[in-house]
């Protein structure tokens, strides 16, 4: 019998505690779907928040977990990682509510930033900005991409997705999300005078 050293999880750990093995156990015990929610309830809804406000954020994360819930019969077992599921449902509840996040992002490219004497703006990347605040060049940028555009390059940039994860998330290709993503930057660099607010290191989008 191997010790394994107090706070090292062993494979079959891991295994047992797997998100596909939470979602398995959930459809006899409906109860242990709770710990999906545990697990990703705040990333989801940092998300949310970004992308509609922090208003409608609270409601789009209930109800991701809520459809996730009455969809965990049809969920891949064989996908260990929920994460790009959960976004995936989370996006398609953004989709219902297309205008909100236009008016969101128009409104946010209005607001008057503070004097900073930091990085210029061709520093900044998509992935800092979501977590300190859409600043005005991006949110004008962003509300410039078409839906699918802005899905594929805040699925990578907010949710912290790799490239095939996103292309579970939306369903399609990751052929269609590298073409999305490339085009989505292109877009963005254009808008922002040159700048790449997208530029993930390889390695980054494949961890």
Request: glycine content about 6%.
């Amino acid at each position: 019998m191997t010790v394994e050293p107090s706070g090292v999880r062993t494979r079959e750990e891991d295994r047992e505690d797997s998100d596909a093995r939470v979602i398995a156990r959930s459809r006899d015990e409906p109860e242990l779907f709770a710990a999906l929610f545990d697990r990703y309830a705040d990333a989801v809804h940092r998300y949310a928040a970004r992308r509609l406000g922090p208003e409608a954020a609270e409601d789009l994360t209930a109800e991701t977990f809520t459809t996730a819930f009455q969809r965990r019969h049809t969920y891949d077992l064989a996908r260990a990682d929920a994460r790009p599921w959960l976004f995936g449902i989370a996006t398609n509840l953004v989709g219902r509510h297309r205008r909100a996040e236009a008016r969101r992002f128009k409104a946010l490219a209005k607001v008057p930033e503070p004097v900073e004497h930091e990085e210029p703006v061709a520093d900044r990347a998509v992935a800092r900005a979501g977590a300190t605040g859409v600043r005005r060049e991006l949110a004008a940028a962003l509300a410039g991409l078409s839906a699918r555009h802005r899905d594929v390059v805040l699925l990578v940039a907010w949710a912290g997705l790799d490239y095939e994860e996103a292309a579970r998330a939306l369903g399609v290709p990751v052929g269609t999300v590298r073409s999305r993503l490339h085009r989505a930057r292109s877009r963005l660099r254009e808008a922002l005078g040159g700048s790449d607010p997208t530029a993930f290191r390889e390695a980054d989008t494949h961890a």
